[in-house]
């Protein structure tokens, strides 16, 4: 049973358009939603976060919204830089988790076309 | 400042063998946790150690154990080794009481092959 859905295993985009990864869960005591980016040979690295509370969270070129009526976050990224090719996770964390138990989705492997 | 060390970084070991894995955390982090990430699937939580104690743990057998000692480094255990453990085992550290928002450190992983 997953709890957390990436349904794209793959997304192609040309240099300096939006790149939009998109998440969705089943999990109505997920509280805490975030982004990481993984290269190869490398572990995940933390992008960006959002609260259960907020429904947009901005950082630099990323942004996350998470549309709680639908179980659904997305990852806007603009301008796709080449630099942003590697995989994205969705993660989720559970609301009274007495641990940074997290909940990964499969990943979206997001390719930037120069 | 160093970032979460793991090593080895690949072992090949045949099925029934035991497997010991390391984790260094990153300076200053108290807070160690496993996650076992097989091939075209996300990384999934085994446990984690706050302060030498286990505190939290996912649908993984007792096979799977671990440690954490009090410089906060930590070692994966497994037993009796199975074909489907084969996956990348990463270990992340991060700071704070393991209640809070605060990220997670990855580190890059040890990549086991159970033949």
């Known amino acids: 049973d997953q709890q957390v859905k990436q349904n794209s295993p793959s997304l192609s985009v040309q240099e300096g358009r939006i790149s939009i990864l998109n998440c969705d869960y089943t999990n109505s005591m997920f509280d805490y939603f975030l982004w990481y980016k993984k290269y190869p040979a490398e572990g995940p690295t933390f992008l960006i976060s959002i609260s259960s509370i907020k429904d947009k969270n901005e950082d630099g070129r990323f942004t996350v919204f998470l549309n709680k009526s639908a179980k659904h976050l997305s990852l806007h990224i603009v301008p796709s830089q080449p630099g942003d090719s590697a995989v994205y996770f969705c993660?989720?964390?559970?609301?009274?988790?007495?641990?940074?138990?997290?909940?990964f989705g499969k990943g979206t492997k997001l390719s930037v076309i120069p | 400042e160093t970032g979460v060390t793991q090593s080895p970084t690949h072992l090949i070991k045949t099925r029934g063998q035991q497997v010991t894995l390391r984790c260094s955390s990153q300076s200053g982090h108290n807070t160690v946790s496993w996650y076992q990430q097989a091939l075209g699937q996300g990384p999934q939580f085994i446990f984690q150690y706050y302060r030498e104690e286990e505190n939290g743990r996912g649908n993984f057998p007792p096979r799977f154990s671990g440690l954490q000692f009090p410089n906060y480094s930590s070692e994966l255990n497994v037993n009796a080794l199975e074909l489907d453990d084969s996956a990348l085992y990463l270990c992340?550290?991060?700071?704070?009481?393991?209640?809070?928002?605060?990220?997670?450190?990855f580190g890059s992983g040890t990549q086991l092959s159970v033949l």
């Open positions: 993660a989720a964390r559970r609301r009274g988790a007495g641990s940074y138990q997290l909940t």
């Open positions: 992340a550290s991060s700071s704070g009481t393991g209640t809070g928002s605060e990220k997670l450190f």
